[in-house]
């Protein structure tokens, strides 16, 4: 999952203002004409998608990658219409608001970019805290217990970790800890440990791996000879490793995951 300051970095003023219109007018609807004037008006999304993809690099926003063969999707975090039950493949119990967030089809902040693989997964599925209650139309996002990790939030982004199989798992010491059940059924909903995906995380993890080991030796021998060539050398391999740590490469968090873990403190601090 990849940091996005979406809400200091907003769309246009007319797609915003576009957005405003829309919402006034399904505001006006009763309930039982509110999905399908949602669905008639589904061209909005798309019109902010080019924003969005500017933001992360061409990168999905929960994944980290960069589909290029694949039409990108506009999720709404918060679902447009009635919220799924999660049951099964979590072992987490939550809830589920008993409506739809239909007041946010509209709304610019409530969009996130997403490869097909974590949009498909999400579906319509947004689950809560057990024992608490869905935000109500006009009440603070703020409040409610969101089971999901949300890559607008920089501290959610923070709460993953990546280990050596390549799959995600709680940056938290207390794995029972609310936040570290959040990371579960991100997981979960999102399919953040899709086989595809796993691998690639490993294969990124293998060439952080080799790169180190040259930086190392390099310094070893720069150590040894205070060689201008092995000094070059050694500039360029920090150069290169860093390079897979920058916002537009791709799963540029499961690289400073890596390097934060090594055992020397001068390769940890490459990844900023």
């Known amino acids: ?31 039982e004409q509110r999905n399908d004037f949602i669905d008639r008006h589904a061209d909005y999304w798309g019109k902010l998608k080019e924003h969005y993809i500017k933001l992360s690099h061409g990168k999905c926003w929960y994944t980290e990658t960069q589909d290029i063969a694949s039409n990108y999707h506009m999720d709404h975090f ?25 007041w946010l089809a509209f709304d610019w902040k409530n969009y996130r970019l ?13 689950p809560l805290k057990k024992g ?23 501290y959610d982004v923070s709460l993953i970790a990546f280990e050596t199989d390549g799959k995600v798992y709680p940056a938290c ?28 995380r490993i294969e990124l993890q293998q060439i952080c791996k080799r790169k180190i080991q040259k930086i190392k030796n390099a310094q070893k021998h720069y150590a040894e000879t205070h060689s201008a060539e092995f000094r070059d050398m050694l500039k360029d391999y920090v150069r290169e490793l860093k390079a897979m740590t920058k916002p537009n490469a791709e799963l540029s968090a499961v690289a400073r995951n890596y390097i934060r873990n090594d055992p020397e403190e001068f390769i940890r601090n490459i990844a900023g």
């Open 114 to 126: 997403a490869a097909p693989v974590p949009n498909t997964s999400k579906h319509s599925y947004f």
């Open 1 to 31: 999952m990849i940091f996005i300051d979406l809400f200091n970095n907003p769309p246009s003023p007319e797609l915003i203002a576009e957005g405003k219109k829309l919402t006034k007018e399904l505001m006006q609807l009763p309930p």
């Open 132 to 154: 608490t209650k869905a935000i109500a139309q006009g009440q603070n996002i703020d409040t409610e217990w969101c089971g999901l990790l949300d890559p607008t939030d920089e």
């Open 78 to 102: 918060r679902p447009k219409k009635q919220p799924k039950e999660l049951k099964k493949n979590c072992g987490i119990e939550t809830a589920t608001s008993t409506e739809a967030y239909w």
């Open 173 to 200: 010491t207390d794995m029972n800890c609310w936040d570290a059940q959040r990371v579960t059924l991100s997981k979960r909903v999102y399919n953040l440990n899709y086989p595809s995906l796993v691998d690639k």
